[in-house]
T-cell receptor
Framework: DAGVIQSPRHEVTEMGQEVTLRCKPISGHDYLFWYRQTMMRGLELLIYFNNNVPIDDSGMPEDRFSAKMPNASFSTLKIQPSEPRDSAVYFC??????????????FGQGTRLTVV | AQSVTQLGSHVSVSEGALVLLRCNYSSSVPPYLFWYVQYPNQGLQLLLKYTSAATLVKGINGFEAEFKKSETSFHLTKPSAHMSDAAEYFCAVSPNFGNEKLTFGTGTRLTIIP
């Protein structure tokens, strides 16, 4: 398996623009997570899905952020409108959820977002 | 609620020396505990995990960790550091009844001195 695939790897956008980050989880994994990593706040869980259904979105910072998982092989994280403070590395991760256990997560390489 | 505290945001050791990265947990239920490693410009990768089967857990790249309930600790060790161990290390916790998200620590950056 190719692992968790994220695109793009780097994104530079102007403040106010819409940004869409994409993720393809590992085939067969039931759980998908979106994380954000910054120097100031470390690694933050934004939202996670189980079988394409959002389970916990309490980490989504504002209404400007939204995430979807239309099917088992694709998820998006959208920021509209973007702001400079959204600059961060965004990671997608998936987990097999064997026997309901989600602890072992497989991470993508991340998308480095810069909002200018 | 679960949380982990990593003592020391930066640790430097000489090549060949012992590596010790500290993690203490707080959990209202028996926890599962994890160590992840992040190499520069990469995502996180699982090093090892404790799921109550054995208190001493061996992971990849020669790392191991010991679960000590009396000390609420899960420190990561490696007997002899290698240059390739330079990375950021994250401790994480989840409840042991599954279906729950991981809570990560703030990370420890390990530097290896030649």
């Amino acid at each position: 398996d190719a692992g968790v695939i994220q695109s793009p790897r780097h994104e530079v956008t102007e403040m106010g623009q819409e940004v869409t980050l994409r993720c393809k989880p590992i085939s067969g994994h039931d759980y998908l997570f979106w994380y954000r990593q910054t120097m100031m706040r470390g690694l933050e869980l934004l939202i996670y899905f189980n079988n394409n259904v959002p389970i916990d979105d309490s980490g989504m910072p504002e209404d400007r952020f939204s995430a979807k998982m239309p099917n088992a092989s694709f998820s998006t994280l959208k920021i509209q409108p973007s702001e400079p403070r959204d600059s961060a590395v965004y990671f997608c991760a998936s987990s097999p959820g064997d026997s309901g256990f989600v602890g072992e997560a497989f991470f993508g390489q991340g998308t480095r977002l810069t909002v200018v | 609620a679960q949380s982990v505290t990593q003592l020391g945001s930066h640790v430097s050791v000489s090549e060949g020396a012992l590596v010790l990265l500290r993690c203490n947990y707080s959990s209202s239920v028996p926890p599962y505990l994890f160590w992840y490693v992040q190499y520069p410009n990469q995502g996180l990768q699982l090093l090892l995990k404790y799921t109550s089967a054995a208190t001493l857990v061996k992971g990849i790249n020669g790392f191991e960790a010991e679960f000590k309930k009396s000390e609420t600790s899960f420190h990561l060790t490696k007997p002899s550091a290698h240059m390739s161990d330079a990375a950021e290390y994250f401790c994480a916790v989840s409840p042991n009844f599954g279906n729950e998200k991981l809570t990560f620590g703030t990370g420890t950056r390990l530097t290896i001195i030649p």
